[in-house]
C-alpha cells in the first residue's frame, strides 16, 4: 500500500487542522490498521493515534486526548486525523503509518507498522 499524507498547514494556537492519509494499492485500506506518529525537531518520532481495522478501537495518546479524534471512512479509503485546540507542542512533521499484520486493537509502536506516508508539516503560531 502507498500512503499519501495531506492537510497540514500553518494555524494559530488554539485552531484546528485536519489532516488526511489517503492509500493506494492492491488491498483494502480497510485491512490495514492506521497510526498516525509526529517528529518535532530534535526528538524522537512518537505516537500519537490509532485506529483498528473494524473501526471499533481507536487510541490515541495522552498528550492529545481530548482534542485529537482519529476516524477512518472506508469509501474514500483514507483515515482522519482531526486536531482540535492546537498549541505549540503539536508543531511536528505528521506521518501515517499501516499495519498489515494486526487483526485487532491498535499498536503505539513504530516498529509494528510496515508502510508510512512522506509525512506533513503542522505548524502551531502562539
Known amino acids: 500500500v502507498q500512503l499519501q499524507a495531506s492537510g497540514g498547514g500553518l494555524v494559530q494556537a488554539g485552531g484546528s487542522l485536519r489532516l488526511s492519509c489517503s492509500a493506494s494499492g492492491r488491498r483494502r485500506f480497510s485491512n490495514y490498521a492506521v497510526g498516525w506518529f509526529r517528529q518535532a525537531p530534535g526528538k524522537e518520532r512518537e505516537f500519537v493515534a490509532a485506529?483498528?481495522?473494524?473501526?471499533?478501537?481507536?487510541y490515541v495518546a495522552d498528550s492529545v486526548k481530548g482534542r485529537f479524534t482519529i476516524s477512518r471512512s472506508s469509501a474514500e479509503n483514507t483515515v482522519y486525523l482531526q486536531m482540535n485546540s492546537l498549541n505549540s507542542e503539536d508543531t511536528a512533521v505528521y506521518y501515517c503509518?499501516?499495519?498489515?499484520?494486526?487483526?485487532?486493537?491498535?499498536?503505539?509502536?513504530?516498529?509494528?507498522?510496515?508502510?508510512w506516508g512522506q509525512g506533513t508539516q503542522v505548524t502551531v503560531s502562539s
Open positions: 485506529i483498528s481495522r473494524s473501526v471499533a478501537i481507536t
Open positions: 503509518a499501516a499495519d498489515q499484520k494486526r487483526t485487532l486493537g491498535t499498536s503505539t509502536t513504530l516498529g509494528e507498522y510496515d508502510f
